[in-house]
């Protein structure tokens, strides 16, 4: 019975997808919508992002130095740690984990708002592609600022770990040269890449659950949750598979 419902939701997913990616029949609407997605998801994340970001870099760089580093070891093993941990997961798939907590349950405790106070069914009386119209600016405004919130990520958990240096924790030569060795470009541009569908994730399954939510206010509340839930599990999902695709 499961596997049944969720090959039946995957179905309805695929059809309000379609419905979605469909051109906008008012550009400037569109542009308007695009706009303010993009400061509402994207803009407005930033802060949670750098504060994050930048404790758990100091985080991982005092756990790698008091934990992990012997004398065995060169010195820089601490901040060439931090900085693969940074660029290869924590700012592309566990960041995007936390913004599905954040985002998703705005996308979709706004969308089944909509929903339940029949403004999605107005716009669909008025001849308007509600799916196209709600749904499309959101998963565009998500994506367009995703690239920026990585980088944002990586360059504050770099700070965090080079404000441990202030206490101490490691000297500033020494995570300089640990952050520069054996650099790879690609890392950052995986990151990038592996963000992307996550963002898609996150903007596409939230609006789902937000424009099929039946109901009132409880179950409004019920498909946030949802949303969360099931966004993560697809991300953790994608990134295995991304990682094994793009490594």
Request: net charge neutral; charged share 10%; proline share 2%.
């Amino acid at each position: 019975m499961f596997i049944v419902n969720g090959i039946a939701a995957f179905g309805r997913y695929l059809q309000l997808m379609g419905r979605t990616f469909s051109l906008p029949e008012r550009w400037r609407m569109f542009l308007k919508q695009y706009v303010k997605e993009m400061a509402q998801l994207g803009v407005d994340s930033i802060g949670i992002v750098l504060l994050i970001s930048f404790f758990i870099g100091a985080v991982i760089c005092i756990q790698i130095k008091l934990n992990i580093q012997s004398p065995w070891m060169p010195n820089f093993t601490t901040g060439y740690t931090t900085r693969e941990i940074m660029l290869l997961e924590f700012s592309s798939s566990i960041m995007c984990l936390i913004l599905s907590g954040k985002v998703g349950s705005n996308i979709a405790s706004e969308v089944g708002t909509m929903r339940v106070t029949q403004q999605i069914d107005a716009l669909e009386i008025m001849g308007v592609n509600s799916a196209s119209f709600l749904i499309l600016p959101k998963i565009a405004g998500m994506m367009t600022m995703i690239p920026f919130l990585v980088v944002f990520s990586m360059t504050s958990g770099f700070v965090g770990a080079y404000a441990t240096a202030l206490i101490g924790v490691i000297t500033v030569d020494d995570l300089t040269i640990g952050l520069l060795h054996d650099f790879n470009q690609w890392f950052i541009w995986m990151s990038v890449i592996k963000s992307f569908v996550f963002a898609f994730i996150i903007s596409s399954v939230s609006s789902y659950y937000g424009y099929t939510v039946e109901g009132g206010s409880f179950e409004v509340g019920k498909a946030s949750t949802d949303a969360v839930v099931r966004s993560s599990m697809l991300i953790l999902f994608a990134d295995i598979f991304l990682t094994k695709l793009l490594s």
